[in-house]
């Protein structure tokens, strides 16, 4: 029987990079859906405000183990290869997105009104006012509840452990499978968790404070 | 039931491609409707008492974080800290696997219970400490001028009025939960997700039977909601006369 020691540290902190490379892909894939998300929820065709919020609603009111093993089996029945990476960035994706949308499209709707005027009074057209004068702002905005959200992605990246990805959870799984000391395996893994998402948190919160100060 | 083509695949046959079809098959539901049933009232046993639980836990905590002595203060600090930035699948994989291992042997549905209650509890704290700090001083003073004495003081002019303002954060915290129960199927709880894997593993209908799942869990979300609503109204009752929130 094995014993905890620095040969299966060494393995969780490897399998951690595989939960940041998880974290990015989510996030990146997230950011893109989420900006369409929170643009359609705003914008002017009542068709496609119906469909984003729709998608959002659903999503966040699904279980993400849920949406992970529908896009593991859905890829599959579509004849795709099962690779736990590709079904676990997808879900996360999808959920991300979700979320990010809904804080992205609080951001936008906090510019004030008058910004719109303004540049409609410019001659802009609604790119323009997007690109130059709404988004810029709405940035500003969104930088902290975005790096908060980023603590819940490394989090839910542990789910993508139930369909055999080797992350940091799985990693510790397969661990204990040969030390059978769970508590001490387990509280490292939390540990190495805990490293990666407590400065988000403080940075966020710091962030924060920032933002108010500024107003 | 209902056909839907699929990916084409490169043609192996040189006059048509070959399709692949895959045919949607609810008919399994016909015989295991009852293990959904029972998989979604454990969910519901489940989240109620871990909300109701984690709900006290939490505002206890809150309380401590504004009022309590800063030993007691820094040390709730560490639990909220501690539970919100790591994953819930590995708390409750230190409550089953770890605590056995160290002696106490406890059912999975004991542990989901205690992991569920933990981590809600941080959430709560959190939450509730911004309530709580958001009640005036002078609200207390008046309160000690009308002869309230400590108890009655806690209760109707700072946790009410505090859980007033919150409640919507609350109430969306109580529903994450509840879909965040489904981790326990980890550790073999019997509730709504675990039975969704034993009925795959049956059925081999693994996508129709996380569709079904996923519709019920939508269900349980707008019924946990609906639920909240209404209990905001009989808790509230001056937001309910006057129709507008506390500033």
């Known amino acids: 029987m094995n014993h905890l020691g620095p040969n299966q540290l060494i393995y969780l902190v490897l399998a951690a990079q595989w939960t940041i490379v998880l974290s990015l892909i989510a996030f990146a894939g997230g950011a893109v859906l989420g900006l369409g998300l929170a643009l359609a929820r705003v914008s002017k065709i009542a068709a496609l405000r119906l469909l984003a919020s ?3 609603q659903v999503i966040q009111g699904t279980p993400l183990l849920i949406v992970l093993f529908l896009s593991y089996f859905g890829l599959g029945i579509m004849g795709y290869k099962l690779v736990p990476l590709v079904a676990a960035g997808l879900s996360l994706t999808l959920y991300a997105g979700a979320f990010l949308g809904e804080i992205w499209r609080g951001c936008i709707e906090a510019v004030s ?4 005027e303004a540049s409609d009074c ?3 057209n609604r790119f323009q006012q997007y690109a130059y004068v709404i988004l810029p702002q709405a940035v500003r905005l969104a930088i902290p509840p975005t790096v908060g959200f980023m603590v819940q992605i490394v989090k839910n990246t542990s789910l993508a452990s139930v369909i ?3 992350e940091l959870s799985r990693a510790g799984q397969i661990v204990n499978n040969s030390t059978f000391e769970p ?6 893994v939390a540990a190495i968790y805990f490293a990666l998402c407590y400065p988000l948190s403080l940075a966020a919160r710091a962030l924060e404070r920032k933002s108010h100060a500024a107003k | 039931m209902c056909e839907f083509d699929t990916v084409e695949r490169s043609s192996t046959s040189a006059d048509r491609p070959l399709i692949m079809s895959y045919v949607l098959d609810f008919s399994f539901m016909a ?3 009852p293990a959904f049933v029972a998989g979604a009232w454990l969910t519901i046993q489940l ?8 709900f006290v836990v939490g505002t206890v905590c809150g309380l401590v974080r504004v009022y309590g002595h800063p030993l007691l203060r820094r040390l709730v600090g560490f639990y909220v800290e501690i539970i919100r930035n790591t994953p819930l699948l590995v708390q409750i994989f230190i409550v089953y696997f770890g605590l056995s291992s160290l002696g106490l042997k406890l059912s999975a549905e004991v542990s989901a219970i205690i992991a569920l209650v933990v981590n809600m509890g941080a959430y709560t704290t959190e939450i509730m400490r911004a309530g709580i700090q958001s009640i005036s001083r002078t609200q207390m003073e008046a309160a000690d001028c009308l002869g309230l004495n400590r108890l ?3 209760i109707h002019v700072v946790l009410l009025p505090a859980m007033e303002r919150v409640y919507p954060a609350l109430t969306s915290q109580f529903v994450l939960l509840m879909l965040a129960s489904s981790i326990t199927s980890q550790i073999s709880a019997e509730e709504l997700t675990a039975t969704a894997n034993l009925v795959q593993s049956d059925t081999y209908r693994s996508f129709e039977v996380y569709i079904v799942v996923a519709v019920v869990y939508l269900a349980l979300s707008a019924l946990y909601r609906l639920a909240f609503w209404a209990i905001g109204l009989v808790l509230f009752a001056r937001r309910r006369r006057l129709g507008t929130a506390l500033q």
Request: charged share 10%; glycine share 12%; with cysteine.
């Open chain 1, 164 to 166: 055999g990805f080797v």
């Open chain 1, 54 to 56: 729709g998608y959002i």
């Open chain 2, 31 to 33: 015989e295991k409707w």
């Open chain 1, 122 to 124: 410019l001659g802009l």
């Open chain 1, 113 to 116: 009104k008058t910004q719109w």
């Open chain 2, 152 to 154: 009655q003081t806690i």
């Open chain 2, 47 to 54: 989240t109620v008492v871990s909300i109701s639980l984690g």
């Open chain 1, 183 to 188: 508590f001490v395996v387990f509280s490292c």
